[in-house]
């Protein structure tokens, strides 16, 4: 494609358009364009696999769409490769700029919605993000995540069960979630493990611990991702939230967090992460009252939070 130096472009329309109203161009000229994504779909006529070839001519075909209704300009076009360039740059083991991109195109979220259908009372799922470890310690049940991230502590409880309502035994919970200062241990840049760890529900199907109240946070928006956003008027803030990823033999891995009920960012999630199912009550306690299971709460107010879990069974 030429770029715009090479070949001054007249925008279609100086003024930008609403989306719904179709570009009024010649007859000839629309049977070029179409012409041109029918050859460009046929060309993966011979794809070996059917479903690679689903996905390519579908792609072109919403592609060449996208293109003809807003009538990109070549320089749009030149400044969205940069953007995606800029992402790469930026990519490495530890950051996933494309990642993010999609959190915040709604694709992370739409995608899981595809993918895991409402099946009777199974709890919903939500993004995974990318702050999520292998290796976490292990808890005993009403054993604390922390290790020392600093906030207000909060016990979680509640009941792991699948669909038919019977408990389910030696569930693994991973769990992990942000500090008081909206930070994952890996994005210090000393080698903590904090708040993240991983237990298993006993025989009654119960689990609880000890972790932090979740607050608002931004995702990464240093690059080109956090641009986007910033140029749209978006805020990169993220609504409070405590990660899970539950799983067990015969069900399916629910990978999900629980919102605060009252957090100011519930309706304007950056990724489009919050269901209603999942805002949970975060009770407040003072200081004075001590909790159930007689945790050292070294003088300090706390907070508690019941999340029961339904896992859906395995496909
Ligand atoms: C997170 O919740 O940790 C997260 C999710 C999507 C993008 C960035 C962060
Ligand atoms: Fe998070």
């Known amino acids: 494609m030429n770029t715009p130096s090479d070949h001054p472009h007249e925008p279609f329309h100086s003024t930008p358009r609403p989306l719904d109203s179709a570009p009024s161009v010649s ?3 629309a049977r070029r364009e179409q012409d041109l994504v029918d050859r460009v779909v046929a060309s993966f006529d011979n794809t070996g696999s059917p479903r690679l070839r689903q996905l390519m001519q579908a792609l072109v075909q919403h592609l060449h769409t996208f293109v003809r209704e807003v009538r990109l300009t ?22 996933q700029e494309f990642v993010l991109l999609s959190d915040v195109l709604g694709v992370s979220m739409q995608t899981i919605a595809v ?19 292998e290796g976490s310690p292990r808890i ?37 979630e942000a ?5 994952y241990d890996v994005q210090y840049r000393d080698e903590r493990v904090a708040a993240r760890a991983h237990l298993f529900t006993g025989d009654d199907g119960r689990y609880s611990f000890w972790g932090l109240t979740p607050n608002p946070y931004p995702i990464p928006h240093d690059g080109p991702v956090g641009r986007l956003l910033e140029a ?5 803030i993220r609504a409070s939230h405590l990660h899970f990823m539950v ?24 990724v489009f992460g919050v269901e209603d199912s999942l805002v949970k009550d975060f009770v407040q306690h003072s200081a004075q009252e001590p909790p ?16 029961d879990i339904v896992l859906a069974p395995a496909e």
């Open 140 to 176: 005993e049940t009403d054993g604390d995540l922390t290790f020392g991230a600093k906030g207000q502590p909060c016990r979680v409880q509640g009941t792991v069960r699948d669909l038919t309502g019977r408990p389910v035994p030696g569930a693994r919970l991973e769990v992990w």
């Open 27 to 29: 007859p000839e000229q």
């Open 292 to 307: 159930p299971d007689g945790h050292d709460l070294a003088g300090r107010s706390w907070a508690s939070v019941d999340f």
């Open 232 to 236: 749209a008027g978006r805020s990169p």
């Open 179 to 183: 500090d008081e200062d909206g930070l």
């Open 247 to 270: 799983s067990a033999p015969g069900l399916r891995t629910l990978v999900t967090h629980i919102f605060v009920d009252g957090c100011d960012y519930l309706d304007r999630d950056s």
């Open 74 to 95: 070549e320089q749009e076009w030149s400044t969205a490769v940069g953007f995606l360039t800029e992402c790469g740059h930026i990519t490495d083991d530890k950051r």
């Open 115 to 133: 993918n895991n259908e409402a099946i009777g009372d199974a709890t919903a799922s939500t993004v995974f993000g990318p702050f999520f470890v």
